[in-house]
């Protein structure tokens, strides 16, 4: 940066001022001083001048970060405003076939996220989360990809704040506790509507608790996104192959929507092997318009999830309001298991809803009508294709690995719905890191069908 004639004074454009300060602490004549107002085109506070003692040295002009926020005025017109930045589409890349993989849960999530393009990945090593990690360490670097450890989840969440922010995709792995100290970046993701993807592999609380399965994190995901009114949609896999195939549904799904998408593990689910086919194409990422991108034409973007007017705010709040509507529209999702003549509908997610198909066979063998709905959405839950099922159903039977988490979903669904008035609800239920057992589901369901006249 050249310095101009000392007749010369520098000049702000207080919408390109970041509020950094830098220019404040070079000026020994005391002309630059922190702002006071935020400016309202950016949500910012840019510094105020004063330039009665200005020698033009161009010390603050050198400092500023920004190069057209303060410079010298020499009567130049601001550089043209470049044409307004557009979507980048991704692409489809094809993948040669190949016969099925042999993976563990976590890693086929990981392999999901490279398929689907992320190349960032943000995270603090907890169990039983950490071979998602692990992956993505050894195979980021080759890909031209960062990982980063950070010092705790409180600065991985943020990380993918600014990395969502600047349109990439970015992940993380996280367990129970871990994902706990996420929620408050959460909530600014959901509020700033940036993307990022999130692979809770819950386990046992509360507390630390231990390192078992449990479905503990469900009224998190589902009730709990931090502070605000948050929603974002909840994947719940059930084998290694939906782990994969949810991850990369996940990453679309974050774009599509500018949201943070959750994925609902558990702690069998990120351990468990089994076989996993690959997709037959893999995505290059585009780059979406309203990304904080490097250059002149994303320069007016701003990314904020803060609204000091309540109008701006309230108006802020009903977009998101119609945004979780679209989701709930189109994004429920659910496997039906023999539910077709289902006298008795079990209603299960994650590993637990493995134990529950075992049981329904056992169930068939019986003679008892017995079916399984597995809402692979937690939010939205699927009520929309649980509805038509419960016309012939005598009783509903949740099996979980929580205290009532899954159950308290179904219950607000039906409820919001106006559906399944009157049939009994029962339930299966284990804690601690122990699953509902096979046996205790069969005897579950006698049980739930010993009256089966509707309540
Ligand atoms: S040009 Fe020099 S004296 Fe003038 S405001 Fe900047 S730093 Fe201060
Ligand atoms: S250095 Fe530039 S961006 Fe930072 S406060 Fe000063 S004018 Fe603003």
Redesign the pocket.
């Known amino acids: 940066m050249t310095r101009a004639a000392a007749s010369a004074r520098p000049a702000?454009r207080p919408e390109?001022?970041?509020?950094?300060?830098?220019?404040?602490d070079?000026c020994a004549q005391g002309c630059?001083s922190?702002?006071g107002e935020v400016d309202p085109l950016t949500g910012l506070v840019?510094?105020d001048l004063s330039l009665d003692a200005c020698t033009g040295c161009g010390l603050?002009v050198e400092?500023?970060?920004?190069p057209w926020?303060?410079r010298f005025d020499d009567g130049a017109p601001p550089p043209a405003a470049a044409a307004a930045p557009r979507d980048l589409p991704g692409e489809q890349l094809p993948l040669p076939g190949g016969g099925a993989l042999v993976l563990k849960g976590a890693h086929a999530s990981a392999i999901g996220a490279l398929l689907a393009g992320c190349r960032h990945f943000f995270g603090y090593p907890i169990t039983p989360s950490t071979e998602g990690a692990e992956l993505m360490a050894r195979v980021l670097p080759g890909l031209g990809g960062h990982f980063v450890q950070a010092v705790s989840e409180v600065a991985a969440v943020n990380m993918i704040y600014g990395c969502g922010g600047a349109g990439l995709p970015a992940m993380t792995f996280t367990s129970s506790p871990g994902f706990s100290l996420m929620l408050e970046g959460i909530s600014y993701l959901i509020g700033a509507e940036v993307p990022g993807v999130f692979v809770d592999v819950m386990r046992a609380g509360p507390g630390l608790g231990n390192i078992g399965p449990e479905q503990s994190d469900i009224k998190l995901l589902c009730r709990g996104l931090g502070h605000g009114n948050t929603r974002a949609i909840v994947l719940a896999p059930a084998t290694p192959q939906e782990m994969l195939d949810f991850t990369l549904l996940a990453f679309r799904l974050a774009f599509a929507y500018r949201s943070p998408v959750m994925i609902a593990a558990d702690g069998y689910l990120g351990q468990m092997t089994g076989r996993v086919h690959l997709p037959g194409a893999l995505v290059r990422p585009g780059l979406p318009a309203w990304a904080v991108h490097g250059d002149a034409a994303h320069r007016p973007n701003l990314i904020s999830s803060i609204h000091l007017a309540e109008v701006d705010l309230e108006a802020h709040n009903e977009r998101l309001q119609a945004k979780y509507a679209r989701m709930i529209d189109a994004e429920q999702r659910a496997d039906l298991y023999r539910c077709e003549d289902a006298e008795l509908l079990l209603v299960a997610a994650n590993t637990p809803a493995r134990m529950a198909k075992g049981a329904i066979r056992a169930l068939r063998d019986e003679g008892i009508a017995a079916g399984l709905f597995r809402p692979q959405t937690l939010w939205p839950f699927p009520v929309r294709a649980l509805r038509p099922l419960l016309e012939r159903t005598a009783a509903l039977l949740v099996v979980e690995a929580s205290d009532g988490q899954l159950e308290d979903e179904l219950r607000l669904a039906l409820s919001h719905a106006g559906a399944g008035a009157g049939i009994p609800i029962h339930h299966v239920r284990r804690m601690g890191g122990v699953l509902p057992s096979q046996r205790e589901i069969v005897a579950g369901a006698r049980a739930a069908l010993a009256g089966r006249a509707r309540a």
């Open positions: 702000l390109l001022c970041k509020g950094c300060n830098r220019c404040v070079t630059i922190p702002g840019p510094i603050c400092a500023c970060p920004e926020g303060l």
